[in-house]
């Protein structure tokens, strides 16, 4: 089970990463255009914050299930894997997912669509650089992580 979870985890980055970048462009343009707020944007919205939830659910799991909290009592701060999975990785991704979900949820009760479109757009992509530089690309070869 735990093998599985890791592979749907690294599986639905992908898809977290296309709806962060779909909806990060839809709502700077439509800042830019001054546009009105559709049932649609906010539909891009909802489904880029419920994958991120998604995300986070099964990233907790794995979290827990992998005793990563132990791993890094056990080698210490100084070891980079036990570091990066039991304290930066997690720590990073819940912070990007609670600045993307207080976006969403601060943007749903403006009235002003310019406001929705700009709190989304800016909380949406400072949570995206914080995603993008917590996930383990296989460059980071101290960190053992593969593209899927």
Known sequence: MYNGLVHAHS???WIAIFLLIFA???F??????????????????????????????????LYFMGNFPGLMKERGMGDTYARFYGMEHILMMVIAI??????????KRMSM????????????????????????????????????
């Open 11 to 13: 599986g639905l980055r």
């Open 24 to 26: 990060i462009i839809k």
């Open 28 to 61: 700077f343009s439509g800042k830019a255009g001054n546009k009105t707020f559709s049932p649609r944007d906010k539909k891009t919205a909802l489904f880029s914050m419920i994958v991120l939830h998604l995300q986070l659910v099964i990233g907790l799991a």
């Open 98 to 107: 609670a600045l993307i979900t207080f976006g969403y949820s601060s943007a």
């Open 113 to 148: 669509d310019t406001k929705k479109f700009s709190r989304l757009s800016y909380t949406y992509l400072i949570g995206f650089i914080l995603i993008m530089a917590a996930i383990p690309w296989p460059f980071r070869e101290a960190l053992g992580a593969s593209w899927f």
